[in-house]
């Protein structure tokens, strides 16, 4: 018995060299040689002026995130196992919006615009999906806190 996954991707042409790239750790996108623009996801065409003349890039890795919505309920499998989880909307460095996953962050840690760092997830044998946690030094709450108020120097209490 075999259980539909909702989660799988159906790689077909244009698509097939990104998901074999994300299995290497590699987030493609597409650059276009007559706009200069980025575009994700990957279109044979550039969304902005429709030229065909576009190519592979691979992104930095790089991204802020613009919204998010954390994920308690879905009965699809295999996300009733996932949840609860992050369902976000981030900006790449290089200008395309694209809908992902915040993983190992605390959720009340979000923020919009908070800098992101690509990972991967491997979600099967053979598919690695592009995801992000919150960048900088792993883990750790902010040790550079500025809250102890030891600078009070001349001040006098009246
Ligand atoms: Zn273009």
């Given at each position: 018995m075999s259980m539909t996954r909702f989660d799988l991707p159906t790689p077909e042409g244009d698509t097939l060299e990104f998901w074999e790239a994300a299995r290497d750790g590699r987030l493609l996108i597409k650059h276009c040689n007559n706009c200069d623009a980025y575009s994700y996801y990957p279109r044979p065409f550039c969304p902005e002026c429709w030229s065909e003349d576009v190519v592979w890039h691979q992104a930095s890795g790089q991204g802020t995130l613009y919204s998010w919505s954390v994920i308690y309920n879905n009965d699809q499998p295999p996300f009733r196992d996932r949840v609860p989880y992050v369902a976000a909307v981030v900006d790449l460095a290089e200008g395309p919006r694209m809908m992902t996953n915040v993983v190992?962050?605390?959720?009340?840690?979000?923020?919009?615009g908070m800098p992101l760092q690509l990972r991967f997830m491997e979600i099967s044998d053979d598919y690695t999906i592009p995801v992000f946690a919150a960048a900088g030094r792993g883990g750790g709450h902010g040790d550079a806190d500025k809250s102890a108020p030891s600078d009070a120097g001349g001040a006098s209490d009246g």
């Open positions: 190992d962050t605390p959720f009340e840690a979000l923020r919009v």
